[in-house]
């Protein structure tokens, strides 16, 4: 089951080019938690603690807008989310609920510290593969932002639906 996860791990963005060692070994101390269809991995302004690797289920990622949980984007097994915490310790900045029952690997700053001390090298690949990630929303987020600054127009996000 670990190796199957491993390699798992490896073929995402965030974790490509990371040895199975390295991943085995922080993995060792990253608890698998369960989030039942409905309840949220946390909400926008919650303290930010950790990432999670969502190994099963479905998720959304919501914002608040006047007084409405609107959907951002949906998430599936294989995708990375709360990975700004490992980066800048700010409150979260969106809300995650879990759509299905969800397993999820969570990992903490504490977890990459202790991989820091282990293998900075390798340490430094995944802040460098977090980095290019966020700097992929970054880029996305601009661009969107710039067409809205030239009078482009789009439907506003629809409301988070049920959860189901």
């Given at each position: 089951m670990l190796a199957a996860r491993i390699e798992w791990m490896q073929q995402m963005p965030i974790?490509?080019?990371i040895e199975a060692a390295t991943l085995e070994f922080l993995l060792a101390p990253a608890p698998?938690?369960?989030?039942?269809?409905?309840?949220?991995?946390?909400?926008?302004g919650d303290p930010a603690t950790c990432m999670y690797v969502l190994e099963?289920?479905?998720?959304?990622?919501s914002k608040h807008w006047q007084g409405d949980a609107l959907l951002l984007r949906e998430l599936a097994a294989g995708d990375c989310f709360g990975?700004?915490?490992?980066?800048?310790?700010?409150?979260?900045?969106?809300?995650?609920?879990?759509?299905?029952?969800?397993?999820?690997?969570?990992?903490?700053?504490?977890?990459?510290?202790r991989l820091f001390e282990h293998d900075a090298a390798q340490f430094a690949l995944i802040q460098m593969n977090i980095s290019r990630e966020l700097s992929r929303r970054?880029?996305?987020?601009?661009?969107?932002?710039?067409?809205?600054?030239?009078?482009?127009?789009w439907p506003a996000p629809a409301p988070l639906p049920p959860a189901g």
């Open positions: 974790f490509g080019a698998l938690i369960e989030v039942p269809a409905g309840a949220y991995f946390f909400r926008e099963a289920g479905r998720v959304s990622v990975e700004m915490a490992l980066i800048d310790l700010f409150p979260r900045s969106a809300s995650v609920r879990a759509d299905t029952d969800c397993r999820a690997i969570e990992l903490t700053p504490d977890n990459l510290y970054l880029r996305a987020t601009d661009a969107l932002l710039f067409r809205a600054r030239m009078g482009e127009t």
